[in-house]
């Protein structure tokens, strides 16, 4: 199986738009090892002809054009992405798929609860529906997407900020995606509110896995220097962050000494997360647990 990383930042990207944090700021600037980096997502495929997103950023497009392996041909109008996979409703992980309307359609996987949000309160399956033939289905654990298998973690009860209805989660899952043909594993599970129950086991196994690295201490976001961006929607936003004692390094560290043939990686980086910086400690810290932070196109095969 072929995974392409199409994007590794956090909603807004990086740099975003409006911010003026001295990160953000060196990026912008050209400053060496502050590379810019588009939403998340993946491109994941068996057999390298047909394609499957995980999740649909609003950079699509240029993530699209940016690999050559989902060129579109031989037909005029032939693409090889077959569907996309979300972990939930955001609309950093959403709106892509208004992106993708010229295309004929494409059958679309995520949790009840979020499919519920594409509809009533952000009417994307209403939309693309007027374009192409697009068809909407849960995701459910032991699925298939040709010869790959795909296993659902409920992850969290984090519902986007846009959407109204309270009822029923999960809202957020995580994807543990296998290619029986060659053995790769890869977990993709950019969305942690929590450490979830359940993961330990849900990685095991696995070649990668990508992991929500948002933020790196639970605070960053607070504070009026430009180091901080004077916003208190850090606890809001609910994302585990890498460092402390609850933080993700720690538990991947314990990890790591069990399941040493597993790689992780953090996606998702907010533009306030120093590990953005490779000449920053924070980016030191986590690559002395052996965890990486790869750039956006990376290819990995497994
Ligand atoms: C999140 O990851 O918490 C959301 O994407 C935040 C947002 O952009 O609303
Ligand atoms: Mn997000
Ligand atoms: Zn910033």
């Known amino acids: 199986m072929k995974v392409v990383l199409l994007g590794t930042a956090a909603g807004g990207g990086f740099p975003q738009w409006n911010c003026n944090c001295g990160r953000c700021a060196s990026c912008r600037g ?23 997103l995980v999740n649909a950023s609003p950079d699509i497009r240029a993530q699209i ?41 494409l059958e679309v996987y995520a949790p009840v609860a979020a499919l519920n949000a594409l509809r009533d ?16 289905f849960a995701a459910k654990d032991g699925m298939t997407l040709g010869r790959l298998r795909v296993r659902v973690l409920a992850v969290s009860n984090k519902k986007p900020k846009y959407a109204r209805a309270d009822g029923g989660g999960p809202w957020v899952v995580a994807y543990r995606i296998e290619d029986p043909a060659t053995g790769g594993v890869i977990v993709y599970a950019p ?4 450490w979830p129950d ?26 009026s220097t430009r180091a901080g961006v004077g916003s208190t929607a850090q606890r809001a936003m609910g994302h585990v962050p890498i460092a402390g004692p609850d933080g993700s390094l720690e538990r991947i560290r314990k990890l790591g000494a069990v399941q040493p043939g597993t790689n992780w990686a953090y996606v998702h980086l907010n533009n306030t997360n120093p590990v953005l910086d490779s000449r920053s400690p924070e980016y030191a810290e986590v690559r002395a647990v052996g965890v990486k932070l790869p750039p956006d196109g990376t290819v990995l095969e497994l």
């Not at 050209?30 to 499957?52: E, K, N």
């Not at 969305?191 to 929590?194: G, P, R």
């Not at 359940?198 to 504070?223: I, K």
Request: net charge negative; charged share 20%; proline share 6%.
């Open 30 to 52: 050209g400053a060496p090892g502050v590379v810019p980096r588009s939403q998340d997502g993946l491109a994941i495929s068996a057999d390298g002809s047909d394609w499957y």
């Open 121 to 136: 309160d952000f009417a994307v399956q209403q939309i693309v529906g007027r374009y192409g033939d697009w068809a909407w």
């Open 65 to 105: 054009l940016a690999t050559d392996l989902l060129d579109p041909g031989p037909g005029p109008r032939e693409t090889p992405i077959r569907g996309a996979l979300l972990t939930d409703a955001e609309l950093d992980h959403s709106l892509g798929l208004l992106m993708l309307r010229e295309g004929a359609g």
């Open 191 to 194: 969305c942690l509110a929590t």
């Open 198 to 223: 359940g993961l330990e086991t849900f990685v095991d196994g696995a070649s990668y896995v990508l992991l929500d690295g948002t933020f790196f201490s639970p605070d960053e976001m607070s504070g």
